[in-house]
């Protein structure tokens, strides 16, 4: 018998222990998420979706279909838990009218004059 290492299972072998370390990162994130107040993690979210927004507004030319789709997002997510945010709120509610304004001005209709009636 060879006591040469066999490839497949020192890959085998770096594979498992590769899933050993996913799951134990997993198992502490789960942890660390459970330990935060759900206000916290939701409120993260609405930031995430504030910042993707703000993204697809700032590419050249703006991606306003895309935007749009993020700010009622975030406009959806804010609804549904209004009142429940503590003091994150406001500021998720203030983002939310600064991305509309951006919106609106970034707009092509922000560039026609108004129609006379």
Not at 36 to 64: K, M, W
Not at 100 to 109: C, E, T, V, Y
């Amino acid at each position: 018998m060879s006591d040469t290492p066999n490839p497949e299972k020192t890959s085998d072998r770096a594979v498992g222990e590769e899933n050993q370390e996913s799951l134990a990162d997993l198992e502490r994130l789960r942890k660390e998420i459970l330990s935060t107040s759900p206000q916290i993690v939701i409120a993260n979210h609405c930031f995430g979706l504030f910042e993707l927004a703000a993204i697809y507004l700032s590419d050249s030319p703006p991606r306003l279909k895309d935007a749009s789709f993020a700010i009622d997002a975030l406009a959806g997510l804010a609804s549904s838990v209004k009142g429940r945010l503590d003091e994150r709120e406001q500021e998720i509610q203030d983002g939310l009218s600064q991305l509309r304004l951006a919106f609106i001005q970034m707009s092509p209709l922000a560039d026609e004059p108004p129609k006379a009636d």
